[in-house]
């Protein structure tokens, strides 16, 4: 007999579960072979098995209770759809049926309604106008815009998901009466919904974070969108929508917030800066499961509104306060970061600063990681013993001190899993910062010490201008640090935003000792 045969990576595919949790479920019986082969046949069982509830081993049990068969369920949704039930409640009950490493996968998140309607209220005249949601799940956002007074026929949505393409139409349907052609179940990225070229007035949405989509995709996506290196699939629905919106068309994303604090977007930021932007709100933990903040922006695609030195953005923390910022005032912020919890005069010092002379630490120092023993408990010891040296973890590290060593590794680090290369560690000058901290906390170290991988280090090139001392007392500054707060806004210690900070070395050539309120003084801002 040939047998149907699968591959492991299929399997975990289908199964919405890692490669690993299909090799232990073979290992430990859990997942049935066929002569040591693994066959559809085998698969099904398995899902059988757990659907009609029968013993698995507990490890299976527990790395399998987070799936749902999405067959069945797509039966269940289907008969709703047939059935009293409000599109609402469908909606409702589609998104709790949906196991978390799926929704995680897909990157489905239905978008709150307080959202958006919030998202929503800058949206004028809607007399003719055409709105789109290019990923619009059970529709949440197209069914606000007809209740805002978008004409049902004007409103477009494609999704990849059938049950929610269904549930869409029938909401439209419920509240409007009209049974829409425009809502389409294909992959908006691969552009072909929108293969005639058409234009919309305006695009709003939340599209997938970080979904997996695969390499040979991005790079066709990158050359088909011009979108440059961007990898998360937020940033490319954001030059796919691009594409399609009409000039002076309005275009609103609810998005994560590594969109507008982190380098790897820098590209998608500097394309919507030459857009008009209106509005930026931060949303906080807006779903529950994740642990990312949502955060929106609105924007019009300038055409008889190009963004001048007077253009002002609405910057908000929702519900919480707001303030305006100039649009220009983000032109010359590091890696172009929205740094928009801050006010205008915030911004202010941070360019004054950046306009001053200053050098960074980019190409003047060489980096290096604590070390990763991959068990501590066994390469480590609580007591000082004989070949044993002390080990630093990074909240052993305190501002411009020390703790007492409570940790002790074997000096030639044997079995470490990661170690950086040894000179760093045996500089006889070095920086050793947190790593996981949201202020910049440093230690001057000249006794050559070792730190686990929640500190890591710095060594700085020889014609550096200042020296180590001056160097981390001004790193460890309540200034610094609140300029590195105010850029980055962030609980981990980055490389490469300790490069981009201004070291504003020529204060040292009049104060040979830093103290805030000399800098503050020599920076004109006291
Ligand atoms: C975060 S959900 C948001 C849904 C809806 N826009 C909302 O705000 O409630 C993202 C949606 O994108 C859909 N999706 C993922 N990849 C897609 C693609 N390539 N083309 C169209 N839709 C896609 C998912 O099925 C999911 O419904």
Redesign the pocket.
């Known amino acids: 007999m040939k047998l149907n045969k699968i591959s492991i990576k299929n399997a975990a595919e289908q199964l919405n579960v890692s490669v690993v949790s299909i090799h232990n479920w073979i290992k430990d019986g859990s997942l049935r072979t066929t002569d040591n082969i693994l066959t559809q046949e085998n698969i099904d069982d398995f899902r059988d098995d757990f659907l009609k509830n029968k013993k698995l081993s507990s490890r299976a049990n527990k790395q399998y209770k987070d799936l749902h068969n999405h067959k069945t369920l797509t039966e269940v949704i289907k008969n709703d759809l047939q059935s009293a039930m409000s599109g609402d409640d469908v909606s409702l009950k589609y998104e709790s049926s949906l196991s978390e490493s799926y929704k995680n996968k897909?990157?489905?998140?239905?978008?709150p309604k307080y959202i958006i309607e919030d998202m929503l209220k800058s949206i004028g005249i809607t007399e003719n106008k055409t709105f789109l949601?290019?990923?619009?799940?059970?529709g949440?956002?197209i069914i606000e815009a007809i209740k805002k007074g978008i004409s049902p026929e004007n409103v477009y949505g494609?999704?990849?998901?059938e049950n929610?393409v269904a549930i869409t139409k029938k909401r439209i349907k419920e509240i409007s009466g009209h049974d829409s052609k425009n809502i389409i179940c294909?992959?908006?990225?691969s552009q072909q919904p929108v293969a005639n070229s058409q234009q919309f007035d305006y695009i709003f949405?939340?599209?997938?974070?970080g979904?997996k989509i695969k390499k040979a995709d991005k790079v066709r996506y990158s050359y088909f969108y011009n979108s440059g290196n961007v990898l998360d699939?937020s940033a490319i629905f954001y030059f796919a929508c691009l594409n399609v919106l009409k000039k002076d068309g309005m275009i609103g994303m609810?998005l994560p917030d590594s969109f507008f604090n982190i380098g790897s977007f820098e590209n998608a930021r500097i394309s919507l800066l030459s857009l008009k932007i209106n509005r930026f709100v931060d949303y906080g933990k807006a779903f529950k499961e994740l642990m990312t903040k949502a955060m929106a922006f609105i924007a019009t695609n300038a055409n008889s509104q190009q963004p001048t030195a007077n253009s002002q953005i609405q910057c908000e923390i929702y519900n919480v306060k707001k303030h305006l910022r100039s649009q220009e005032s983000f032109v010359d912020i590091p890696k172009h970061i929205f740094n928009f919890h801050i006010e205008e005069s915030e911004s202010d010092i941070i360019r004054r600063v950046f306009s001053l002379p200053h050098i960074t630490l980019k190409d003047n120092a060489k980096w290096g990681l604590g070390i990763i023993t991959g068990n501590n408990e066994k390469i480590c010891k609580k007591e000082k013993t004989n070949g044993f040296v002390p080990i630093y973890r990074g909240k052993d590290i305190l501002k411009n001190d020390l703790a007492e060593p409570s940790l002790y590794i074997g000096e030639n680090l044997e079995g470490c899993r990661q170690v950086a290369d040894l000179c760093l560690y045996k500089a006889p000058e070095k920086v050793i910062y947190r790593f996981i901290s949201n202020r910049i906390v440093c230690f001057y170290d000249t006794e050559q010490r070792y730190i686990l991988n929640s500190a890591n280090l710095f060594v700085l090139n020889e014609e550096f201008p200042i020296s180590y001392s001056q160097l981390v007392d001004l790193l460890n500054s309540d200034f610094m640090n609140w300029l590195f707060r105010s850029i980055f806004n962030t609980h981990k210690i980055l490389r490469s935003d300790l490069e981009a900070l201004p070291i504003i070395h020529e204060y040292f050539k009049e104060n040979e000792v830093f103290s805030e309120k000399t800098f503050k003084k020599y920076l004109s801002i006291l």
């Open positions: 897909e990157g489905i998140y239905y978008t949601d290019p990923c619009c799940g059970s949440n956002f494609f999704d990849v998901d929610a294909a992959d908006f990225l949405t939340n599209p997938p974070w979904k699939t609810l």
